[in-house]
């Protein structure tokens, strides 16, 4: 799918070029801009199918139309091609990524035994997977006061990317970024860009099911995001902020 963005009276700029699994799209072409820092939550005025071109297929083709310009100098150096495994790569300075999300909200406190019920309360949501064990999944966990966990959204995506782009830009649709108080739940590894993602979010805890780079590492506690990985069984590896997890 070509994800475009516009501003008033603007011919739409193409921001990326993504391999997703169909279904919430709007959220996924949102939450990219989003996580991305080229636009915020209150940028939004619509967003439609467009396809000149293949008009049998609108669907492959999706324009954001904001309410003010687009700064074509405040897309980062990348590429744009964005693959179902890797996102969009190649970002030119990870000191870029932790300017650009400076906004995560730590979390002070997750109980272990909430911790390692979660990737059976996932795949319990993982509806699509059930049926073709072949796609990623993210969620959104709200955290209480007392570290509790309670999933609250999920969503299903061929590219863990956009499972958590569809997270976001369903938060920034509704208006409801930042994702203070929120963890975020994967079903694979945790690569850098998806710290990043939610380091822009607002997100102050990451816990996946598989192993996270050391880049993620890196970004995670410079962020200062809780990051665990190896979430599996009655185990799981905690990064950075280790005092969260009690």
Do not use: W
């Not at 782009?165 to 690569?191: E, F, M, N, T, V």
């Amino acid at each position: 799918m070509q994800i475009l963005a516009a501003g008033p009276s603007e011919s739409p700029i193409e921001i990326a070029v993504t391999m997703r699994t169909p279904g919430n799209d709007a959220e996924l072409a949102v939450g990219l801009l989003v996580s991305e820092g080229l636009i915020n939550q209150s940028s939004v005025e619509r967003v439609e199918f467009d396809d000149p071109i293949e008009a049998s297929h609108p669907e492959n083709r999706i324009v954001v139309h904001l309410r003010r310009p687009l700064d074509p100098s405040s897309i980062p150096q990348r590429t744009t091609i964005a693959s179902a495994s890797c996102g969009i790569c190649g970002k030119a300075s990870i000191d870029d990524v932790v300017l650009r999300c400076s906004v995560a909200v730590p979390i002070e406190r997750i109980r272990l035994a909430a911790l390692l019920a979660l990737p059976d309360a996932l795949r319990a949501e993982q509806e699509i997977f059930g049926r073709t064990g072949a796609l990623h999944a993210a969620a959104i966990v709200a955290v209480d006061g007392e570290g509790g966990l309670t999933i609250e959204a999920v969503r299903e995506d061929v590219g863990r990317h956009n499972a958590v782009d569809k997270l976001i830009g369903a938060a920034a649709l509704r208006g409801a970024l930042p994702y203070s108080g929120r963890l975020l739940l994967l079903s694979g590894r945790c690569s850098f860009e998806l710290v990043q993602k939610a380091g822009a979010a607002g997100i102050g805890a990451i816990a996946s099911v598989g192993a996270p780079s050391d880049l993620a590492v890196e970004t995670a506690e410079r962020l200062g995001i809780c990051l665990i990985g190896f979430l599996r069984g009655d185990a799981a590896n905690v990064y950075t902020r280790s005092g969260v997890v009690i």
